[in-house]
């Protein structure tokens, strides 16, 4: 290409106002949230990193497929082009909509998993595993040795250690009934998995007889990835690399408010029509009629057309690029990262960043509170206070601590990046005098959504 600048694929035509805020009244909103982002006002956030999840912008052939929306019971018209969307693309059989990606490993747990199972999976993301550790099975993940290290350098880091799936399946014949790969592997750092990975544990899973599915919520990125760092890949279009990485499973979990461009929504594939049969039989319990399962007409539109714009090319350089750039930004200024960037987010080091601040005072959620009081930005601890409680009640550090940045889809700029990563300069240049936060309530479980924390030293976190 003969310049080196990419740009945002797409021009705006729609804009929704972002309110800029005083320190001051950012210091008010969140006392009034107990110290937690979670209990934050969307409103008072200028830019929104907290998750990638349903918060991209829909492109306007996304909105006139909404406007196509056939509310139709039984056989809408809308299920039909959503279906041809995901066969297209995935080549699986069986298509069975949902309303977002956890409740398809919901009934996909329901119908394939009993009490005393293993699961292994390069890393399960934590509803994929609540859903499986609900029925009793054990979620193992399997990454491979570099996955453990945040500084680690390595172009596959999502893959997923094959001679320990070997292993796994070797000593515990008639206990696994399920391999899983997570694409891309957003527990282990937004990192991306081969497709020599991905072949490689199909065929060990077909070997032992079990079937092989892929969480696809970032599939298209995870392709792009594979386009421009695997051997052989350069020249194959990231439709045609989805449509091999989809190939060599045997189906798929998805959230299509990832890669599937939409709001909401998602969906479970497979070829097995037994397996389908009773998965269409709790569908009808839990989610809705097998043609719409959970969702509107117009989101199954959204999500037909979304699926192809998350393939593009030129979108998927600019995607991998906009993440690439804050990535560069960031390193350059020594502030410690998971490296190398992730596709849809960046993870910043805390436990590194604020080596001052124990576990037991939470330096990661200490962090994302700097950086919502500083620059009204929120992102999201995944560290000590996510994974430190234990079922007994206990406390145990967790072996990470870090603070998630994820980038909405074709929402914000470059300038807004500029300005995120000024910020982080700023928070570099006050980090010795941070201090951290102690939990003053708690639920029982999954208590980062709602505890309430307190500052160690008021007025002291910056
Ligand atoms: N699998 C992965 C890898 C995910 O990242 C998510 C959601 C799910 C499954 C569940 O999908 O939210 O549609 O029910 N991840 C979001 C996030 C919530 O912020 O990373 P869902």
Redesign the pocket.
């Known amino acids: 290409m003969k310049f080196k600048t990419i740009i945002e694929p797409f021009r705006i035509k729609t804009v929704e106002p972002i309110r800029q805020t005083t320190e001051a009244q950012r210091a008010v909103a969140l006392a009034a949230a107990h110290y937690n982002i979670f209990l934050l006002r969307g409103e008072d956030v200028l830019i929104d990193l907290?998750?990638?999840?349903?918060t991209g912008a829909m492109s306007i052939y996304q909105w006139a497929g909404m406007m196509r929306g056939d509310e139709t019971y039984a056989g809408a018209r809308s299920f039909y082009a959503f279906d041809a969307a995901v066969r297209d693309i995935t080549g699986f059989t069986h298509v069975i909509p949902t309303?977002?990606?956890?409740?398809?490993?919901h009934i996909l747990s329901g119908a394939m998993l009993k009490s005393g199972d293993i699961v292994p999976n390069n890393r399960?993301?934590?509803?994929?595993r609540a859903n499986f550790e609900a029925r009793g099975a054990s979620a193992m993940d399997i990454p491979i040795a570099e996955g453990h290290h945040p500084q680690a350098l390595h172009p596959f880091k999502g893959n997923m250690d094959l001679a320990a799936l070997e292993r796994v399946l070797t000593e515990n014949p008639g206990r696994v009934p399920l391999v899983m790969i997570?694409?891309?592997?957003?527990?282990g750092g937004g990192q991306p998995v081969s497709m020599a990975n991905i072949r490689g544990a199909s065929a060990i899973a077909r070997q032992h007889g079990v079937p092989f599915f892929l969480?696809a919520?970032?599939f298209a990125e995870n392709a792009w990835f594979i386009h421009t760092r695997e051997a052989g890949y350069e020249d194959r279009t990231p439709i045609e690399i989805a449509r091999e990485m989809f190939s060599l499973a045997d189906g798929c979990?998805?959230?299509?408010?990832?890669d599937g461009m939409a709001n909401?929504?998602?969906f479970l594939a497979m070829n097995d029509d037994a397996l389908a049969q009773r998965c269409r039989n709790t569908l009808i319990l839990t989610e809705g009629f097998p043609t719409y399962g959970g969702l509107a007409g117009y989101d199954l539109e959204a999500i037909a057309v979304g699926l192809y714009e998350a393939l593009d090319p030129d979108y998927l350089r600019y995607r991998i690029r906009f993440v690439e750039y804050m990535a560069e930004k960031m390193t350059s200024a020594g502030i410690p990262m998971v490296r190398p960037a992730g596709g849809?987010?960046l993870y910043l080091d805390a436990k590194a960043w604020l080596p001052h601040i124990p576990p037991s005072e939470y330096p990661g959620w200490a962090l994302s509170l700097v950086l919502y009081l500083e620059g009204g930005i929120r992102a999201?601890e995944i560290g000590s206070v996510m994974f430190g409680q234990q079922p007994d009640g206990s406390e145990r550090p967790a072996d990470l601590e870090l603070v998630?940045l994820?980038f909405p889809r074709r929402v914000y700029t470059q300038s807004h990046m500029d300005y995120v990563c000024e910020v982080l300069l700023h928070v570099n240049s006050i980090a010795p005098r941070i201090r951290g936060v102690r939990i003053v309530e708690q639920p029982p479980a999954l208590r980062h959504f709602t505890a309430k924390f307190e500052p160690l030293v008021r007025g002291v976190f910056a």
């Open positions: 907290l998750t990638d999840s349903g309303h977002q990606g956890r409740a398809a490993e399960h993301f934590d509803t994929t997570t694409v891309t592997n957003n527990s969480d919520c970032r979990t998805m959230s299509a408010k990832k909401i929504g998602g849809h987010a999201c998630r994820a």
